[in-house]
């Protein structure tokens, strides 16, 4: 999976020790049901525990001719098989409330943090493989917890406690089984931490790996249709399921060899077991029912013993599933707010309008690069100012905006609006009150009304209609089917580039925000639809801080003025008139190829 230099030397190594933080992290708020319900399934597994004891008395009682004594064992020892399911039911009710709430807080957090994570590492990482992490993370620590607290712990409750009870009615095999029970557990914590851990470790890779590909190539799918791609694609994919299918299929293998070695270990126990409770027969030291007692305690420690061993591996491919997740609870991400943020304020006292947003010796560069983007840049913006950014591809007008909207922390120097440095306001307030309107508008799979009040989330329906009116988008809502309620499909696929593009509009005119950035915002527009919706955009710029980034040079011809951008250095600026009047500026040049390059395609 793709991921940047930067993000990889950030990446968190996890361990168990950052499992079992985590894990408590989301048990203590409901640490009394999870306590309830392991109290519940322990006492369930101490009758297990008792019972063979009683099959042996059931037994001698028999052999004896004790008829009172028979009864008395059989009626504790049904009392002891209704008291182990009643306790498990219990124990199983209380743990489910436990887990889900566990579960709901995990996949939550999960996104709450994801989301805030720089646009570095969103840029850097497939969006599939993000939800695939997140949703394998969630029931992963589902296995994790009921594997260790109602598997595991119920497993060497019943094996201290069998011990023990061996121990004291026939000491020999009491020992025998700890000896035995000691050899087994070792060999299989060493198997899973030495053979299994990394082989599903690499599964668990190629499985983000399919989920991420997967992904990718059908939010493409538009794409890979227009070029006939499928063959090809199905041919890239299919190589990314093979190396999951080798990898897969190494870790499953490696759990049957593991599950072959337990089972060995499994039947030495019982033949060393009997074979000893047989010599204390012969000997005259055990009774009948003390046999019986031995059998009957292999039938359930053997149940238990299989259990453990699935438990381990089960627990070690749980904890390898959930790193991601932990991963993400770990890290600390290079964009977040000041531990002394606050809210952004506008108050015309505060600064004067020359000054309302500025660029104060900004340098920068991208994370995983050293190239400098910036060096040294300072600009001063208007309150109310029309500013144009142009200049070829790749020399710093995206990167401009990125970084007044904080998408990225700048390496050196300051940006502030409205005298505030904002890296020390809010991410949420800064956002909030600059609006965008991107080249290339995403919408969510949601209604069109949800879609044009996404930065007013408050906005009656009379608001959000007359804010469609203004972007001209209006008409061809309502005649759609479900008008309004219309589901514009993920991305906004059920829509036209300049349908989409209206929608993105009358949401930013809809936000009201101070300050407003246009990506060439008329891009997907057909001639006439651009005519109307240029003249709403320059009713919506009024009274507000406009800052549009042109790639049509014939849009900003208004602008009051205008940043000319190269190698990352504003090597030029003013109206469109002042930069026309000087032959040798690189602006005119620009606007002189464009021009020709209109003549020659007419």
């Known amino acids: 999976m793709t991921e940047s230099i930067a993000d990889k030397s950030k990446a968190v190594r996890v361990n168990w020790r950052d499992v079992m933080r985590f894990s408590f992290n989301y048990w203590k708020p409901n640490q009394a049901l999870g306590l309830l319900a392991a109290f519940f399934m322990l006492a369930s597994v101490l009758m297990d525990v008792v019972w063979p004891v009683y099959s042996g008395k059931l037994i001698d009682a028999v052999t004896t001719g004790d008829s009172e004594g028979a009864w008395q064992a059989f009626l504790i020892f049904v009392l002891l098989g209704l008291a182990h399911q009643l306790l498990r039911c219990l124990s199983l009710w209380v743990w489910n409330k436990f887990a889900v709430r566990n579960l709901s807080a995990i996949i939550n957090d999960g996104m709450r943090k994801v989301q805030r994570f720089s ?68 060999a299989s914590v060493w198997m899973s931490i030495k053979m299994l851990a990394p082989r599903f470790r690499e599964s668990a890779d190629s499985d983000t790996k399919v989920g991420a590909t997967l992904a990718d190539v059908i939010s493409g799918n538009p794409t890979v249709k227009s070029f006939a791609a499928e063959r090809r694609e199905d041919q890239a994919f299919g190589k990314v399921v093979d190396v999951w299918k080798v990898k897969s299929l190494r870790a499953w293998q490696t759990g049957v060899m593991a599950d072959v070695v337990r089972s060995i270990l499994r039947n030495g126990m019982t033949w060393v077991m009997v074979g000893i409770a047989l010599w204390m027969w012969g000997q005259g030291r055990a009774t009948p029912g003390d046999i019986v007692l031995v059998i009957t305690t292999l039938f359930i420690i053997g149940g238990y013993l299989r259990d453990i061993g699935h438990h381990i591996a089960q627990l070690q491919r749980a904890v390898n599933d959930m790193e991601d997740n932990v991963g993400f609870w770990l890290r600390q991400d290079d964009v977040v707010d000041a531990a002394d943020a606050v809210e952004l304020a506008f108050n015309e006292r505060d600064v004067a309008a020359d000054d309302f947003i500025r660029f104060e010796n900004v340098a920068f560069s991208y994370p995983a690069s050293d190239r400098r983007i910036y060096e040294g840049v300072n600009v001063s913006i208007r309150r109310g100012e029309k500013l144009a950014l142009v200049g070829p591809s790749g020399s710093g007008k995206s990167t401009f905006v990125k970084l007044l909207q904080r998408l990225y922390n700048v390496t050196e120097g300051r940006i502030t609006i409205a005298g505030q440095d904002i890296s020390r306001v809010t991410m949420e307030s800064l956002r909030r009150n600059v609006a965008l309107v991107p080249q290339d508008p995403i919408l969510f799979h949601r209604s069109l009304a949800e879609n044009i009040s996404y930065g007013h989330t408050n906005a009656t329906q009379e608001s959000i209609e007359m804010a469609a009116r203004k972007a001209f988008a209006h008409d061809f809502i309502t005649e759609l089917p479900l008008g309004y309620g219309t589901l514009v499909g993920e991305r906004g696929v059920k829509l036209s580039g300049g349908e989409r593009q209206r929608v993105a509009i009358a949401r930013a005119i809809l936000a009201d925000t101070p300050v407003l950035i246009l990506d060439e915002a008329t891009s997907s527009l057909d001639s006439v639809s651009e005519h109307y919706i240029q003249q709403a955009l320059e009713k ?7 800052i549009t980034i042109a790639h049509r040079l014939s849009t900003i011809q208004k602008a009051d003025r205008i940043l000319v951008f190269d190698g990352g250095r504003i090597i030029e600026q003013g109206s469109h008139t002042e930069l026309m009047a000087n032959p040798s500026s690189r602006y005119r040049q620009l606007y002189e190829m464009q021009a020709l390059d209109l003549v020659g395609a007419a």
């Open 540 to 546: 919506l710029m009024e009274g507000r801080t406009t």
């Open 119 to 186: 646009a570095d590492w969103h840029a850097n990482t497939f969006a599939g493989g993000t939800v695939r992490k997140l949703t394998r993370g969630m029931w992963s620590f589902d296995t994790f917890e009921d594997t260790l607290l109602m598997g595991l712990l119920p497993a060497i409750t019943i094996m201290v406690g069998v011990t023990v009870m061996l121990s004291l009615a026939l000491p020999e095999v009491g020992a025998a089984a700890g000896v035995m029970i000691f050899i087994y557990c070792l």
